[in-house]
Antibody, heavy 120, light 106 residues
Framework: QLQLQESGPGLVRPSETLSLTCTVSGGSITNNNYYWGWIRQPPGKGLEWIGNIYYTGTAYHNPSLASRVTVPVDTSTNQFFLRLSSVTAADTAVYYC????????????WGQGILVTVSS | DIQMTQSPSSLSASVGDRVTLTCRASQDITTYVNWYQQKPGMAPKLVIYSASTLQSGVPSRFSGSGSGTDFTLTISSLQREDFAIYHCQQSYSTPWTFGQGTKVEV
């Protein structure tokens, strides 16, 4: 059974880089039927798509975050990552990773989420 | 960006009620809309995709309809476990965007 698990620091200082890992188990990240995504949810607010990555490295980002976001992938460890630079308090949110079928943009499997707070 | 507007923002209902939630897109998105259910402290769960297709494992009391700009999610007979926040999402064009959510509460 597919599982996704986010990990990383729960507190990041303003202006620093937020770095999260999504570990995929029960399935291969190189399965060419899927790509992998990040979504976030500020406390008490709605969902915001951040970006998607295919195992080949092809990536798509939300333009509102594109200048600050990278979504690397490591097929040897079955993990993909989120790097968000120059964070501010507005980046405080629960961050989710998810699986997305190729050719159909539906977030069909989600990790449990990780709360990241930006504060000094 | 395509804006997704959900209404109402919250509604009160009882077990057994028929409940209809609405989502409106800022432009024609044909049937490229998905619906998610989110319970407190948990990740969203896909309920409906492509406007009307039930995700595997989701009870048949959930249904979706609509095309163009107006979409609905209907729960035919509300169960206790259905009290949650429901989000719509457009998959027509990037950036993929979500509505602000509708809270279904007692």
């Amino acid at each position: 059974q597919l599982q996704l698990q986010e990990s990383g620091p729960g507190l990041v200082r303003p202006s620093e880089t937020l770095s999260l890992t999504c570990t995929v188990s029960g399935g291969s990240i190189t399965n060419n039927n899927y790509y992998w995504g990040w979504i976030r949810q500020p406390p008490g607010k709605g969902l915001e798509w951040i970006g998607n990555i295919y195992y080949t490295g092809t990536a798509y980002h939300n333009p509102s975050l594109a200048s600050r976001v990278t979504v690397p992938v490591d097929t040897s460890t079955n993990q993909f990552f989120l790097r968000l630079s120059s964070v501010t308090a507005a980046d405080t949110a629960v961050y989710y990773c998810a699986r997305v079928p190729f050719g159909m943009v539906k977030f069909e499997s989600w990790g449990q989420g990780i709360l990241v707070t930006v504060s000094s | 960006d395509i804006q997704m507007t959900q209404s109402p923002s919250s509604l009160s209902a009882s077990v057994g009620d028929r409940v209809t939630l609405t989502c409106r897109a800022s432009q024609d998105i044909t049937t490229y809309v998905n619906w998610y259910q989110q319970k407190p402290g948990m990740a969203p769960k896909l309920v409906i995709y492509s406007a009307s297709t039930l995700q595997s494992g989701v009870p048949s009391r959930f249904s979706g309809s609509g095309s163009g700009t107006d979409f609905t999610l209907t729960i035919s007979s509300l169960q206790r476990e259905d009290f949650a926040i429901y989000h719509c999402q457009q998959s027509y064009s990037t950036p993929w965007t979500f509505g602000q959510g509708t809270k279904v509460e007692v």
